[in-house]
């Protein structure tokens, strides 16, 4: 756990206010769930330091949960008891454990599950999505793959066995069908082992040419590789998830050559505006955004966005809740300086799918060069 | 040591020095379980080199104990030895580590078999011989067999699978393997039939009178034990009661009252004539 | 009739009384008096672990009736009590029983299936048996995963806050209401499971864990024994799947995984196999020591800034270090430590 | 036909592994009864420590193997000696779940040092394909299986050829006997644990270097369960065929049939086998008599 | 053969129903082997209700197969193994019955090597004696109050006399893991009454035992068999006591049986004393 807070005295209306973190630094997920904690901590400390939102300091609580359910729901009981007035998860299937009872103890909730149900305020009143859902994102890779392909290809999409894995799986052949892409289109679960030959023989006797990947960077990282030493004529298409610096790096520079990366969040080396604050900030640690990669941005400003729906809930005035948080998230509109998305972030009470547009990088040299920005699926 | 050729030298052939030399002796020793448990009360007795003692007395007395404080198996079983020193070919082994004492030629043969079960009946034997390092223990291992030539018919039989009395022979035979210059044997009878019991004795005897091997010996069958012993201790609650040679041990009426099992007449009583109010007065 | 208590009894009824002694008595009254307290002192958090704690309990005694009374080792817990999860929700949410009976449903469902699943017991021994429920672990998670209809496509299950009759959990007092439940239960499940080995049936599950060939030589039939021991292990186990999923108000086969059922394992290994007692103590230990761990890492992490990156990885590995520590310095549990203090207590000032 | 060579090659290479970390497994149950749960976690700690001496402390190849065994040694005698001796004799339950405790401490103790994100190191075997029989087939898997055939023949060669074997075996049915024939229980439970931190260093090394330096290696611990239960948890020899088997069978599933099926084919398996063998198609048979 | 005692016993510990000096147990030409180990050969002999049977031999002989595969534990290839009950000639066929059953048929035993539950206290190893005569309902179990709690105050009150039989008060509620080895003996012998047996089976009870607790061990065995009128197959490897206290022996050696008639033949016999007595004494 981790208090961030310098603790200002706490006179009335300069309170601390209390965030709760649910963390995976040490579980399943924590290759990728590190970086992006990291991002949300950087975040607070470095709008503490400048003085908190409105004279308020955050006063975030930060646990791992190791990608445990059970861990999670306790963290979050905690959180309540605590007096936090939102609530930061990460996992898929946590957030939908949690969905019921943030939206019972209306506390707004943002995670790094992108998971299309969560949009829905109907669904999941209290959810709030940041970046375009993995279903928007596979759409996108989807529309991409055709258009690379020059009309008809065979795609098939390796995904985690989990309740993360497949939120984008069915989407994805909706889409398909809806859209009359003249796409073949599979789905396999990715079993652990030290080699994914058997999912690309599977996908090789498809005739699959493209192969999606909903998962974390180590696994997708070991399809490049034994696409390489198999010598396949294929390309890795990642999601969120996989398309990162971790990729490259697990996978060797060699090996990640030239496959493609839909990624709504920019990587450093795209360098955009909004990147540029968090690399001073880290430079000031004697560190570097390039150091820490794209998902320590994804952190930094998921929190930014939960950040300006709380200052404008102060600006509204009375009492700061979960509810008033909610309903100033319902009309703020976040600039990211072109970090995320198409560069801003903005909900609604019909819709809380907070950006659409993502990115398309193809990895070039052992680095991330953008093929397209700000895609939709529409676009 | 080297085995001679004639006769088999199955004991670390110890020359037969001057007959008064203890190989083992035991001072004061003390022993306590569990921390609490005082089950050995300052006990003293002494090994003769090339001698054969028995070692009597009543179930729960301390005998087994006793063997196990003498082989360093007691920390095994959360016993330790609080007082006093056991001194073994003039030196102190008192706190020695178990294997260590092997190694100086102390050799126990435990109560209840102890062989190992998943092991074949050879493997047994050269387990035996595990200690002595790598040497070419075939014609140890044809000693043994000529000695206990059942064994040899069994040789490749896994040993969990014997009969009580033939893991009991197993047992003494994977003993012998270690070439001891102390064989300490804990109940050797146990689960013996008659004639075998007869005939592990007169072995014993043998190994005793033709290669000078030290035996320290447990028995419930007393009488058998009191034949060929030479020395003899009865211990009671952890302390030797009585101690003498063996002819006088089977002349005194007590040991023969208890031990021996005969009635005053010095006829064995027939167990029908036990009555209910001895025991009665005994348990309750 | 003397007992070790040194108190005479004149009817055998009376020395099959569970206690005998008035300390005895005085420690069950202040155990209720504390239990009954809680909702009043504890908060909303607390609560909540404590009844997370109850659904434990009950899990845990169920596991330690198999492995700790009748000596089957078992992994597949998590399996288990995803099936009464999965069972109770269906039953109740979509075909509209009231929970109640889907519960009992779920009970005897877990119990079959836990029954089926023992079936391999009957050949194996020991480890090999241990291993052969992590089998069935890993056969039940995948079902669960794989098995569409479970969750309607949806990979988990919402389930409706609980309500009886006319009665409904509410929001406010979700969790004093839920503790009165989980208490009855769990007290039923604990007097239910001493009661159990009070009987011939108990002790023959006992006498197969001791020496099976014996128990079988003086009549004891094994094969039904073990199932037996399965199925009402299972029971419990069901049970608590069943209050886990509505409880919680969500069914993910997340919540089922091996680390449960090394987390249950691990309640009746530290608590003291053999023991409802040290079910209980087990249960609790377990549920409070990621509790206490994240209250202490709070306060350390706002004292060491510094060390607050390695506080999660501290936190695996203090759990690690408290179950090591534990067994080496008491491997048969709190339950035995409880015994030796009651005992300390008991001929203090006369130690020896 | 050429997809069909590759998964084999693939699946003999995941299986060569499996019977190296199952090596380790099968020592330490042999010699000493006890179920090590931290398996897996010693493969982890064997790779992060080489990495430690490759990469970190940049020594040639050589040398970091060498520190790597030092350190192997190390852990494997002190978890004996603090861990698990004190146990001798205790509930075999509560030796697994010291095992366990050890795991969690273990894992723990990578990531307060190395973090959980991945490690780069330069791939140590020759990268590379050759062609064989109209399959592509990367030169390190055919190097580990190579290697995990020459490691496995010197374990099985040591214990039958040499009295060690017996003793140990001897030290696991009757610790108090083998005291009496003058084996040093102490040394023996010793080497057991020595041996498997070292054999799961080999493993651990070269399944780091097939995938990747990261906590992932840990989790392949877990199917070292199926392979020894297929073998039978005291067979040498059952760990090869246990590792190939389980190691070939993935692969195929996960190629021909349902990928998601391969994680579970193992236990499904192993089920099967038990039914008809109790002890692995290897395993001692435990002797009960009456 | 009175032994002056007289004590009024509520419950017989005997189940048997058939009459002194008819068969009780017929072992007809079993044959059993070990891969190729002929444990037993063609042995058979009738065991006389109302006898105390013993079975000597060498070690190894089969004795102890003997009685496994009488009380089920092995199954012989060939042979039969007939058990009779009743008066009227109910009589069993045991060679093909798993042990549980057979216990259930009234044949009770104690091991070689004591087999207790050594988790279990005095009572509750006595208690497990009971269980083929108790209701093992679950139900019934968890509720206890009621039928299951008057089921063990019922069987409690034999277990009882049982325990005042051996005198086994002062034990009653210790672990039976810590008793003294004479001790755990005889708790097994309790724990084989308690079943109420139509035959008792004993394999060398009194081995390991000094002469005072053999002597005691000897009185149970006879009191058992003349108070109860149990019928005891008694293997024994010391002669005295064989001599002394059974009425019938029967000789195995190498698997084979080669000698069965009153103590008195048997000890005259040249092939027993060849095989298994030795010359001297006796
Ligand atoms: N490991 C132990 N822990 C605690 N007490 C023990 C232990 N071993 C033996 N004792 C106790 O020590 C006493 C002596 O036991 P020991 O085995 O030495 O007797 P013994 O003379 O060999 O008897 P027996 O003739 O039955 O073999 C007994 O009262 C026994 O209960
Ligand atoms: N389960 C088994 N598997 C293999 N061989 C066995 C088995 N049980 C007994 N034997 C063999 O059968 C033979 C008879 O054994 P048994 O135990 O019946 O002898 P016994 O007459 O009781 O001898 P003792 O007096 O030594 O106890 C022995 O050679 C033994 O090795
Ligand atoms: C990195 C991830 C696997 C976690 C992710 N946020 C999820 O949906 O579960
Ligand atoms: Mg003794
Ligand atoms: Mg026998």
């Known amino acids: ?379 | 040591m080297t085995s001679t050729p004639v006769s088999g030298t199955v004991a670390g052939a110890v020359a037969p020095g001057p007959a008064t030399t203890d190989l083992l002796t035991i001072n004061n020793v003390e022993v306590i379980y569990d921390d609490v448990i005082l089950v050995l009360r300052g006990l003293s007795l002494a090994v003769p080199e090339g001698k054969i003692v028995a070692l009597l007395g009543s179930n729960g007395a301390g005998k087994s104990t006793t063997l196990k404080a003498i082989s360093g198996l007691l920390p095994t079983e959360h016993g330790e030895v609080t007082d006093g020193s056991i001194l073994f070919g003039g030196k102190n082994v008192t706190h020695l580590d178990a294997a260590e004492r092997v190694r100086l030629g102390l050799s126990l043969c435990m109560e209840g078999r102890h062989i190992f079960e998943h092991l074949t009946v050879e493997e047994n034997l050269i387990s035996g011989a595990y200690f002595r390092g790598r040497i070419d223990i075939q014609s140890d291992l044809a000693e043994v067999y000529a000695l206990l030539p059942k064994l040899s018919d069994m040789r490749a039989r896994v040993a969990g699978y014997l009969s009580g009395g033939e893991q009991q022979m197993l047992a003494i035979g994977r003993a012998l393997m270690a070439k001891p210059k102390l064989l300490m044997l804990d109940e050797p009878s146990l689960g013996l039939a008659p004639l075998l019991v007869k005939e592990i004795f007169a072995f014993i005897k043998r190994v005793n009178e033709e290669m000078g091997l030290t035996v320290l010996v447990i028995e419930q069958n007393a009488r058998r034990a009191l034949e060929v012993a030479d020395h003899g201790y009865i211990m009671e609650q952890g302390r030797i009661v009585l101690e003498g040679t063996a002819q006088e041990l089977q002349e005194n009426p007590d040991v023969k009252e208890f031990y021996l099992g005969l009635g005053e007449s010095g006829g064995r009583k027939s167990f029908r004539d036990v009555k209910h109010y001895k025991r009665r007065k005994r348990w309750l | 009739m003397a007992t070790a208590t040194g108190i005479h009894h004149r009817t055998y009824r009376s020395e099959l009384r569970l206690r005998h002694t008035k300390a005895e008595y005085f420690r069950l009254a202040l155990m209720l008096v504390l239990l009954l307290a809680a909702p009043y002192v504890l908060d909303k958090y607390w609560l909540g672990i404590a009844n997370v704690i109850l659904i434990s309990v009950i899990g845990a005694v169920g596991l330690n009736i198999l492995v700790g009374f009748t000596g089957q080792i078992s992994l597949g817990q998590g399996g288990f009590l995803a099936v009464g999860a999965f069972t109770s929700v269906i039953i109740s949410d979509r075909a509209g029983v009231p929970v109640p009976i889907s519960i009992a449903i779920a009970v005897l469902m877990t119990a079959a299936v836990g029954a089926f699943f023992g079936l391999p017991a009957l050949r194996l021994k020991g480890l090999y048996l241990a291993i052969a429920t992590l089998a069935s672990q890993e056969i039940i998670m995948f079902v669960v995963r794989r098995w569409e209809w479970l969750t309607e496509g949806k990979g988990y299950l919402e389930v409706e806050r609980l309500h009886v009759g006319g009665f409904q959990v509410e929001r406010q007092m979700f969790e004093v209401q839920w503790y009165w439940i989980l208490l009855a239960l769990a007290t039923l499940a604990v007097v239910v499971a001493r009661n159990l080995f009070r009987t011939t049936l108990g002790r023959s599950f006992m006498a197969v864990r001791d020496q099976d060939i014996a128990a079988e030589a003086i009549g004891v039939n094994i094969t039904r024994a073990k199932v037996t021991a399965f199925a009402v292990s299972s029971g419990f186990v069901g049970l608590a799947g069943a209050l886990t999923a509505h409880y919680t108000e969500t069914v993910t086969w997340e919540r089922f995984t091996l680390d449960v059922s090394v987390l249950y394992l691990a309640m009746i290994i530290v608590g003291g196999l053999g023991s409802i007692a040290g079910a209980v103590y087990g249960a609790i230990f377990m549920g409070l020591l990621p509790a206490l761990l994240t209250e202490l890492v709070d306060v350390l992490g706002s004292s060491l800034p510094s060390l607050s990156d390695q506080l999660p990885a501290l936190r695996n590995a203090v759990f690690g270090i408290a179950i090591i520590v534990f067994l080496l310095v008491e491997p048969r549990g709190l339950d035995r430590i409880w015994t030796r203090m009651k005992d300390y207590v008991r001929f203090w000032p006369f130690r020896y | 036909m050429n997809t069909f060579i590759s998964l084999t090659i693939y699946g003999l290479s995941d299986g060569a592994l499996l019977a190296l970390a199952a090596l380790g497994f099968v020592l330490i149950y042999k010699a000493t009864r006890v179920i090590n749960f931290a398996q897996g976690e010693f493969l982890l700690v064997g790779a992060y420590m080489f990495y430690t001496g490759f990469v970190v402390m940049r020594l040639p190849l050589i040398f970091a193997a060498v520190f790597g065994v030092l350190v192997a040694i190390v852990l494997g005698v002190v978890v004996e000696r603090f861990i698990l001796r004190p146990l001798i004799g205790e509930h075999a339950i509560s030796v697994i779940m010291v095992t366990i405790g050890l795991s969690s401490v273990l894992k723990a103790l990578v990531q307060i040092f190395y973090g959980t994100s991945v490690r780069e190191q330069p791939p140590i075997l020759p990268t590379g394909s050759i062609q064989v029989a109209g399959a592509t087939v990367p030169v390190n898997r055919l190097i580990v299986i190579g290697i995990a055939v020459i490691v496995l023949f010197a374990f099985s060669a040591f214990f039958q050829r040499s009295r060690h074997g017996v003793a140990m075996r001897a030290v696991a049915d009757d610790q108090q006997a083998a005291l009496t024939m003058g084996i040093s229980v102490k040394r023996i439970f010793s080497l057991a644990w020595v041996l498997a931190a070292v054999s799961a260093l080999i493993a651990g090394v070269l399944l780091a270097d097939l995938s990747a330096v990261e906590q992932g290696i840990a989790a392949f611990g877990l199917m070292v369960f199926p392979v020894v239960i297929l073998g039978g948890l005291d067979s040498v020899p059952g760990t090869v065929v246990g590792g190939l088997v389980i190691g070939m069978l993935k692969q195929y599933v996960s190629g021909y049939a349902d990928p998601g099926l391969a994680e579970v084919i193992p236990y499904i398996v192993l089920v099967a086998i038990l039914v008809v063998r109790p002890y692995g198609i290897f395993g001692e048979t435990r002797i009960e008599r009456v | 053969m009175t032994t002056g005692l007289t004590r009024a016993y509520q419950h017989s510990l005997n189940s048997s129903a058939v009459p002194s000096g008819q068969p009780a147990l017929e072992v007809k030409d079993i044959g059993l082997r070990f891969g190729g180990v002929h444990a037993l050969a063609d042995v058979g002999f009738t065991v006389t209700q109302g006898h105390i049977h013993a079975v000597i031999g060498p070690n190894g002989a089969g004795k102890s197969s003997l009685l496994n595969c009488v009380s089920g534990l092995y199954h012989p290839q060939h042979g039969s193994i007939v058990l009779h009950t009743g008066v009227e000639g109910t009589s069993h066929e045991l060679t093909k019955l798993p042990p549980y059953k057979i216990a259930r048929l009234g044949v009770a035993r104690s091991f070689q090597n004591i087999e207790l539950f050594s988790g279990l206290t005095v009572l509750e190893n006595l208690m497990l004696g009971r269980h083929i005569h108790m209701s093992k309902s679950v139900l019934a179990s968890l509720v206890w109050l009621g039928p299951a709690r008057r089921q063990e105050i019922a069987h409690r009150a034999l277990v009882e006399e049982v325990i005042d039989l051996l005198s086994l008060q002062p034990f009653r509620h210790k672990s039976v893991g810590s008793l003294a080895y004479g001790i755990q003996k005889r708790v097994e012998l309790g724990r084989a009454l308690c079943l109420q047996p139509a035959l008792l089976l004993l394999d060398e009870p009194m081995a390991g035992m000094n002469a005072e607790e053999k002597e005691d061990m000897a009185r149970y065995i006879l009191d058992v068999h003349e108070l109860a009128g149990v019928t005891v197959i008694l293997i024994e490897h010391d002669m005295a006591v064989v001599m002394d206290i059974s009425n019938r022996v029967s000789v195995l050696d190498f698997g084979r049986l080669i000698a069965d008639g009153t103590p008195d033949e048997v000890k005259a016999n040249p092939k027993v004393v060849e095989a298994y007595l030795g010359a001297e004494e006796h």
């Open chain 1, 1 to 379: 756990a981790t208090d961030t807070s310098p603790g200002d005295g706490g006179s009335g209306d300069t309170a601390p206010i209390k965030i709760g973190i649910i963390a995976d630094r040490t579980g399943a997920t924590g290759d990728v769930g590190t970086p992006y904690n990291d991002g949300m901590l950087g975040y607070i400390d470095w709008i503490n330091a400048k003085g908190g939102i409105k004279g308020h300091q955050i006063d975030a609580d930060s646990n791992d949960y190791a990608y445990l359910v059970p861990r999670a729901e306790e963290l979050y009981k905690k959180y309540v008891n605590d007096g936090a007035v939102a609530i930061q998860g990460w996992g898929t299937g946590d957030s939908e454990a949690l969905r019921t009872k943030v939206a019972a103890d209306k506390l707004p909730f943002m995670s790094a599950s992108y998971a299309e149900p969560l949009t829905d305020p109907k669904q999941s009143a209290y959810n709030f999505v940041v970046a375009p859902t993995y279903s928007d994102q596979m759409r996108v890779a989807l529309n991409w793959i055709a258009k690379d392909a020059g009309g008809k290809a065979e795609v098939a999409v390796f995904h985690n066995d989990s309740p993360f894995g497949l939120a984008p799986v069915a989407d994805g052949q909706k889409w398909v069908t809806e859209k009359g892409l003249n796409l073949g289109y599979k789905a396999y679960p990715m079993p652990k082992t030290p080699n994914q030959v058997g999912l690309l023989t599977q996908a090789k006797s498809q005739g699959a040419k493209y192969i999606v990947i909903q998962n974390v960077s180590s696994p997708a990282a070991q399809v490049a590789k034994d696409i390489k030493a198999q010598g396949l004529d294929m390309k890795i298409v990642c999601l969120n998830w996989c398309s990162d610096e971790l990729f490259i790096k697990t996978a060797g520079a060699d090996n990640a050559e030239g496959h493609v990366m839909v990624q709504p969040f920019a990587p450093p080396t795209a360098e955009k505006p909004g990147h540029k604050v968090i690399d001073d900030y880290l430079k000031s640690k004697g560190s570097s955004l390039a150091d820490k990669g794209l998902h320590y941005a994804q952190g930094w400003y998921t929190m930014d966005v939960m950040a300006k729906g709380i200052e404008k809930a102060l600006d509204a005035g009375g009492e700061l809740t979960g509810e008033s948080i909610k309903k100033a998230l319902e009309s703020v509109s976040v600039d990211t300086g072109g970090v995320v998305g198409a560069g801003t972030v903005s909900f609604t009470a019909d819709s809380h799918r907070g950006s659409t547009g993502t990115g398309i990088y193809e990895v070039k040299a052992g680095q991330m060069v953008e093929l397209a920005a700000n895609q939709t699926p529409e676009s």
